[in-house]
Each structure stands twice: as C-alpha cells, then as structure tokens.
C-alpha cells in the first residue's frame, strides 16, 4: 500500500495550488482520506477529510480550500486557493479505515502516509 502525495511548489500570497494524493495498492474509495500540514516547529494538523461523500475542514481553511476524490484515477485531490504565507508547511495525505468522522484530525488514526510536498507561499 503507498500514497504518493504531489503538488507542491512555490506560490504568491493570493495564488492557487492543487495538490494530489494518489494511491496504489488499494482503492481509496474504501477509505477515508485525510489531508494534513507540519510547518517548522509547529505539530502536524489535520486540512481536511474526505470519505463516503462527506467531507471536512479545519476552520482555517474553510472556504479557501476544496477536497474532492478521482475513484477513476485513485486519487484524491486538495485545490488550495487564496493561499496565505501561514498556509506554508509540508502537506500529507494519509489513508484511514472506518475512522469516526468525529477523530479526523487525529494523526495516531491513519494507517497510511504519503512522503509529504513543501508548499510555500512567498512573494
């Protein structure tokens, strides 16, 4: 089983980015799929999570950021708009088998996680 996070790169405040989970080995529609960030210093966060149609934020992301799902491709997909310099940090994404939508942003509760992609927003 492997997720193969992708996307990153540099960016202007204001900017957009779209970044892309895909997995091999198992078919991420039988999972829940969380997107997380680790800036320096800081302790990962939990983005946002997508699993049988529902999906979820982080307060700091709503409305600037969009989580959707590729069954097709495998792939899930994180569209980041409007970025900020404060949305600067690695992102991962990390596979989770019946997690109670309630634990979403609980890292210990994901099985499976891509190596990360540094997005920076800078000008």
């Known amino acids: 089983f492997q997720l193969q996070a992708s996307g990153g790169g540099l960016v202007q405040p204001g900017g957009s980015l779209r970044l892309s989970c895909e997995a091999s080995?198992?078919?991420?529609?039988?999972?829940?799929i969380g997107w997380f960030r680790q800036a320096p210093g800081k302790e990962r966060e939990g983005v946002s999570f997508?699993?049988?149609?529902?999906?979820f934020y982080a307060d700091f992301v709503k409305g600037r950021f969009t989580i959707s799902r590729d069954n097709a491709k495998n792939t899930v997909y994180l569209q980041m708009n409007s970025l900020k310099a404060e949305d600067t940090a690695v992102y991962y994404c990390?596979?989770?088998?019946?997690?109670?939508?309630?634990?979403?942003?609980?890292?210990?509760?994901?099985?499976?996680w891509g190596q990360g992609t540094l997005v920076t927003v800078s000008s």
């Open positions: 080995g198992f078919a991420l529609d039988d999972y829940g």
């Open positions: 990390a596979s989770a088998p019946r997690l109670p939508f309630s634990l979403w942003r609980a890292p210990p509760y994901y099985t499976y």
């Open positions: 997508i699993n049988v149609g529902r999906k």
